[in-house]
């Protein structure tokens, strides 16, 4: 069992940064692949960015990418987004998810994912 906990969410003006952090406890973390999704009002939950269990493998969303990075710190148990040139349409409750066993092909679907966090709203606005 697993317990994820996310936070650095926040008000942001449009072309600001954030970092999210997302911890973990309850098992090895290394052993997981760890990913972010998010969910606007009104819009199904979406897939952003992955990393695989050394950290060697990420991807990313299209409407992400270039913007977003996603890193993680086996030691400390964290998993990290940091999100620069932020827009509106960035705004969305953002969750950490943690998979165990699943090929990495399938790691944009939410069903691949074994536990998630609870989620922190990040909202982008002037």
């Known amino acids: 069992q697993a317990h994820l906990t996310e936070s650095g969410g926040g008000l942001v003006q449009p072309g600001g940064a954030l970092r999210l952090t997302c911890v973990a406890s309850g098992d090895t973390m290394s052993r997981w692949k760890m990913g972010w999704f998010r969910q606007a009002p009104g819009k199904e939950r979406e897939f952003v960015a992955v990393i695989s269990g050394q950290g060697a493998l990420t991807y990313y969303a299209d409407s992400v990418k270039g913007r977003f990075t996603i890193s993680r710190d086996n030691a400390k148990e964290a998993v990290y987004l940091q999100m620069n040139s932020l827009k509106p349409e960035d705004t969305a409750v953002y969750y950490c998810?943690?998979?165990?066993?699943?090929?990495?092909?399938?790691?944009?679907?939410?069903?691949?994912?074994?536990?998630w966090g609870q989620g922190t709203q990040v909202t982008v606005s002037s």
């Open positions: 998810a943690a998979d165990i066993n699943s090929v990495w092909s399938q790691l944009h679907l939410r069903s691949a994912y074994d536990y």
